[in-house]
């Protein structure tokens, strides 16, 4: 399966300030995603990352909050824009392997406003 | 997004004996589901997954069940170990790339 690895593993923040987590992948992927996970909670998928084109958001979220970029098949940006408190979350990339369709996960980074 | 749920929070089992973690979806056109450990400070790790085609697969001391008249889904581990315990989620799909995750469970393993 692909290795993925996120930057940074985690960070505090202030509010009102602006984090830009980074996804990069050993290999080409068609599908990049971005999920947050809520202190205890599940998963909950942000957007998809499309390649050469503007990210598609899940509803409750959007691109003024989370703009995302998707510059080649193998690296994403999320920005986490104008930070509170409620922010405070683990947030995740995954990639589509293409060939099966699974869906494998980074590491995750760990955000915290304060 | 699909409304994916599950029926235990927490399970505690005694080491050695078999675990079963319950998964109940709600979209009846999802046809690809996956479960996942996460422990603590990682990402979701993939362990197996099922399409609706199929109402069992196993794997290495694994094995999911899916019961699509019900929309239910479960995930049985063999003999559990102490480096089963994890948070364990579901997630479905009805397109191949858009997953959406069940609340999780709670596997503790009691040497």
């Known amino acids: 399966s692909a290795v993925i690895s996120q930057k940074p593993s985690r960070d505090i923040c202030q509010r009102g300030t602006s984090l830009t987590i980074q996804c990069q992948v050993d290999?080409?992927?068609?599908?990049m995603f971005w999920y947050r996970q809520q202190p205890g909670q599940s998963l909950t998928l942000i957007a998809t990352a499309n390649q050469g084109s503007e990210a598609t958001y899940e509803s409750g979220f959007v691109i003024d909050k989370f703009p995302i970029s998707r510059p080649n098949l193998t690296f994403s940006t999320l920005t986490v824009s104008n930070m509170s408190p409620e922010d405070s979350s683990i947030y995740l990339c995954?990639?589509?392997?293409?060939?099966?369709?699974?869906?494998?996960f980074g590491p995750g980074t760990r955000l915290t406003v304060l | 997004g699909e409304s994916v749920g599950l029926h235990l929070p927490t399970l505690s089992v005694q080491e050695g004996d078999n675990s079963i973690i319950n998964c109940a979806y709600s979209n009846s056109a999802s046809d690809y589901f996956i479960w996942y450990k996460q422990e603590s400070g990682k990402g979701p790790q993939f362990i197996i997954d099922i399409r609706s085609n199929m109402d069992k697969r196993q794997g290495q001391r694994v094995t999911v069940l899916l019961n699509k008249t019900v929309k239910h889904l479960s995930l049985q581990i063999a003999a559990t170990q102490p480096g089963d315990s994890a948070v364990y989620f579901c997630?479905?799909?009805?397109?191949?790339?858009?997953?959406?995750f069940g609340s999780g469970t709670k596997l503790n393993v009691k040497p």
């Open positions: 997630a479905e799909s009805n397109n191949f790339n858009k997953f959406y």
């Open positions: 290999s080409q992927v068609t599908m």
């Open positions: 995954s990639v589509d392997e293409g060939s099966t369709d699974t869906q494998y």
